[in-house]
Structures are given as structure tokens and as C-alpha cells.
């Protein structure tokens, strides 16, 4: 077995039968990321190896304590890890090395994962590139020269390198969805309120952002969701949500699939960028399901508009402490906090009307299609230099993530998404679709997934280093 390349649930499967040490992965792992972390830079706050090697052998003689034992993994460095720097990829916070953990790095632990380190992220997760003043930035594996996507960049290089095989991420504005299909590997977005965030601040307001699994196949996408899930009694929103483990691929013959394209025009999209998209949809195609391309079932402009506005409530709400200190965030950060604390309360009550509204009309959708699929970004990796794109095919952009439009459908009502990566464009650079489904259709959604993974098994196509 090569221990840089198998799945999450082969190398457990092995440590609990005893054919594989803990000490001998925790040994893999780092000399896998000392062989490539230095070239794509990752992987962030790697812990001393010495005290890692120490806490592998201790887990080799203890009981086996979860669904995780001995699996080591980085976590994204939004969430505080106890003992670890933990900056969100802020000078702000670059000596923050909180004492207690999160709610899902303890979820993690608890499980039997050991913490080897954070994965890189934009600071405070802003945009979809992953760059920042403490780390720097981290590349594509595929191509060097060019951006991983973002904010959870550094947990799907971790994955498509093989530093790591499961990685945390989180999404609001595609933040797994777009490096997963950046990377060539998967990542899932949950029904919001399945995986519940940090029980602080304002527990009912912001409706936008969550925590999500990211892996090399689907199955072992199921096998974090699960680790993930669950109800926190301290989060009235959170929902209790059965187990998916372990993902079944589903016969796909019959199944309805809905193809958005370019929402009628709506998106601007790079060249090729609908090409690749239908590679993915011919392999459904060719495992029974019906494609039908669709109309926009809803204004983009009015999506737009209300997620824009809910978006700047959200992360000024978040911001909002580190207002006396504004100038030293960066600027996309200062342009939310403005926009945000601008806002009156109609605004905010108008967008939440549009919500409901596409939330009203996407659920007669889903009673005529078991899964839609849109393209999970509008442009191919960018390069490593350029902060954001500015035009897509002679469009201009009018914000820093106006490029990233194509993510707001699903992430504007909460809806369970899953990223599929849909192969390489003619300049080998790795594309992917977004699939999703009605709340709550996440084990579904899984299902379809693993079975289209079967049939091409995309990532097996890794980077060459």
C-alpha cells in the first residue's frame, strides 16, 4: 500500500487490523510533506516532529478511540486548534495560539485524528485564492505558476499532493467547492446547519457559511461528514442528521439531472471552461441519467444582489471587533467591513425576502430533478500573482469575488453541494462541476457521487511530483 495515495478508509482499515503502525504513517506523512510541502506550501504550523512521532507511538499501544484512530490530518487555519498557531491567515492573530480547541478540531481529536498542523487560507477567508501576509501563498500542484483556489486552498493541495488523506474545509462563497475543482479532488458543502460552527456571537442571524469534508473520493468524503455531524445543543439552528457512512454508489439509470450552463448567459465563463463541465455530464450521461439542459429557474441579478448584501451582514458581524484596527486588514476585508456596517436592517430583511423567494422556486425545481449542476468556478486557475480576476472573457468584474458568482445559488439558501472534479482542460489544468440537491439530500447526493467516481475516478490523476 502506498500510504501518500490510498484512501482514508484503506490506511484505517489497516491500523485497525494491526497490518499498518501508526508510528509508520505519521513517518510517511512527513516525509511526504517534506519532500513536496516546500514546493506548494500547504501545509502551515506543522508541529515538531519529535512530539508527533512521540504521540504516534502512544496511540499504537492505546484502544482504538474513533472512526479517525491514528489518521493524521492538518486542520484549515480558521478554526483554533489548542497548542497550534492559529491565524487565520492574519498579522493580526500570527501570535494566537489559542488554549482550547474549536468545536471541530475537538470533533477531529475526539475521533482519533492527530493534528499535525493547519492547512493555508486567504486571510479570514476572504476570496478565492489562497494567499496571505503570514504564510504566503500556496500553489497548484498541478502548475506552479498558478493559484489553488480558496479559502480552503491549502486543505485540497494537502489532499492532491498526498500529505494528507481527509482534510476539513468550509465553505461560504465556494470555498471548498472551487479548490477541489482546482485540485482535482472532492469536496462536499452540507445541508447548512448538519455541521455546526463555533458556538459564539450572534447564534441565529447569519445563515450562510459551513464547515465541510474534502477527500480524494466520496466515500471518504462520508466518512469526515459523520466525524463532523451532529446536532450541538448549544446551536439552536444545528440539526441532528443521520450517518452516510458508508456512501453506496446508487444505479443512476433514470435519474433526472439538470444542466445550468452559464445560467442563460448570466455567468461570464473563460474558453473551454463549458467544454470541460461536459465531460462530467456525458459520464453521467453514459451511467443512465438523463441530462436535460434547463432554463434559469431564477433572476442571477436578484440572487446577486441578496447574497451580496447578506454576505457583508455576515462577515462585518464577524470583522466587527477588529474595526479600530481596520487599516491593517486587507483591503477586500475593509470593503466588507464598510459595506456591512453601512447596512440598515430593511436591506438586510429585502435580501432575505429574495432568499425565500429562490428558496420557494428551487424546491418546485427539485420536485422535477433529483440533482442540478452548474460549473464550479467561471475561469481556470488564475496565476499565482494576480489577487483576484478582474474580467472574464472582456467582462469586467465589479467586486474582488464577482468571479466566483456562479457559487451563490447553492450557497445563498444552505443547499447540500458536492464538487466533482470533471478532468483537464488542453492546458492541463484541473476543472470541476458543482452537483446539488434539495436540503437534507446529502446522503443522496453522496451516492450519485460515488458512482460517477467509480466510473472515472478522476483523481488518480495526480500532480507529478
Known sequence: MDLTTATARGLLGALERRELSVSDLMRATLDRIAAVNGQVNAIVALRDETDLMAEARAMDDAPRRGAL??????????????????TQGSPLLRDNIPASDDEVAARLRAAGAIVIGKTNTPEFGLGSHTF????????????????????????????????????????MMGSLRNPAAWNNVYGFRPSWGRVPSEPVGDLFLHQLATLGPMARD?????????VMSGPDPRQPLS??????????????????????????????????ILDQCHTALDSFASLGAHVVDMPPPFDADRIWDSWITLRSFSVAAGLAPLAEQKAQLKDT?????????????????????????WYRKAERVFAEFDALILPAAQVWPF???????????????????RWMQVVTPVSLLGLPCVSLPAGFGPAGLPMGVQMFGPRGADANLLSIAAAYHAATQWPQKRPAM
Not at 466520496?218 to 459523520?226: A, E, F, T, Y
Not at 464598510?338 to 432568499?355: C, I, K, N, P, Y
Not at 499565482?384 to 480576476?389: A, T
Open 239 to 272: 440539526v441532528p442528521s443521520a450517518p452516510v457512512s458508508p456512501v453506496q454508489a446508487r444505479d443512476l439509470n433514470g435519474l433526472r439531472i439538470g444542466w445550468l450552463g452559464d445560467w442563460g448567459g448570466a455567468f461570464a465563463m473563460e474558453e473551454g
Open 333 to 357: 476585508a475593509q470593503w466588507e467591513l464598510d459595506r456591512g456596517l453601512a447596512l440598515g436592517a430593511m436591506q438586510v430583511h429585502r435580501a432575505s425576502l429574495v432568499r425565500s423567494d
Open 383 to 401: 496565476e499565482i500573482d494576480l489577487p483576484y480576476p478582474s474580467q472574464i472573457a472582456g467582462r469586467q468584474m465589479d467586486s474582488y469575488h
Open 132 to 171: 496571505n501576509p503570514v504564510y504566503g501563498a500556496t500553489r497548484n500542484p498541478y502548475d506552479l505558476s498558478r493559484s489553488c483556489g480558496g479559502s480552503s486552498g491549502g486543505a485540497a493541495v494537502a489532499l492532491a499532493t498526498g500529505m494528507v488523506a481527509l482534510a476539513d474545509g468550509s465553505d
Open 69 to 86: 484512530h491514528g489518521l493524521p490530518i492538518a486542520i484549515k487555519d480558521l478554526v483554533n486548534v489548542a497548542g497550534i498557531a492559529s
Open 218 to 226: 466520496p466515500q471518504d468524503l462520508g466518512l469526515l461528514l459523520d
